[in-house]
């Protein structure tokens, strides 16, 4: 458990308009849980969307490491074989493609082998219901007429199938209901059981929290790490919000 699984080192990442991160640097051992707040606007998806290569977000200084290897250059579509997943804020909604066919072509695109397919309905059945997920959804076309609460549910239904080796999870939380909020938790648990996995939870939100064992917060404010410690800042900044830090 000694290796890292993912290190960011002095990572600045630009956009077009000009530079949104400023040498952040973070490092997720497998099995930890890491939250990451800040305020709107601050570049908490930016982070995201540049670990995962999104190729609008330039990086303009600094490294990624994951699992050993440097894939500050890597394509996106190798970052996700070689076990990274983030779960979006706004998920796309795909006409044509059902949401059992997307998790089948992620799976085999993954692991390069052909699936089991009675296997993989078995478990997807499973995780479904784990979810309080209706099954016909896995028939329907992915996130097309899907609320708010469901499209979430279905990144981390994916998130559970697909079993990364490092999760990020962008405010999934953010406009769910209590009992939704608890599935999703009930969700994120259960990935940490089943897998060596690892989180990066971004969130504005303290209550997804409170049901997951967090190991290590950070602190983002105008694209730069102002603040990192344990789970006691979750409640500094419900009480005193993030200029304390800035
Ligand atoms: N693809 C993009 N095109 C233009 N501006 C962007 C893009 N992505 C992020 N930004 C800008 O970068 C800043 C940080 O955004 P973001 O990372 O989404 O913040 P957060 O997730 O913390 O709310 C914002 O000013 C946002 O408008
Ligand atoms: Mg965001």
Sequence with gaps: MSQKLLEVKDLSVDIESGRILHDVSLTINPG??????????TGKSTLGNALMGNPVYTVAGG??????EDITDWSADKRANAGMFMSFQNPLEVP???LESFIRNSIRQKTG???KIIQFKKQLEETMKLLDMDPSYAGRDLNVG?????KKKAEILQMLMLAPKLA???ETDSGLDVDAVRTVSKGINEYMQRTEGALLIVTHNANILEALKVDHTHVMVHGRIVKEGGPEIIKQIGDKGFEQFA
């Excluded at 490294?63 to 050993?68: H, L, P, S």
């Excluded at 899907?146 to 469901?150: K, P």
């Design 146 to 150: 899907f609320s708010g609460g469901e």
């Design 32 to 41: 930890e849980t890491h939250v990451l707040m800040g305020p709107n606007g």
């Design 63 to 68: 490294k990624i490491f994951f699992d050993g």
């Design 168 to 170: 990020i999870l962008d």
């Design 96 to 98: 044509g493609l059902s």
């Design 113 to 115: 082998k052909p699936i």
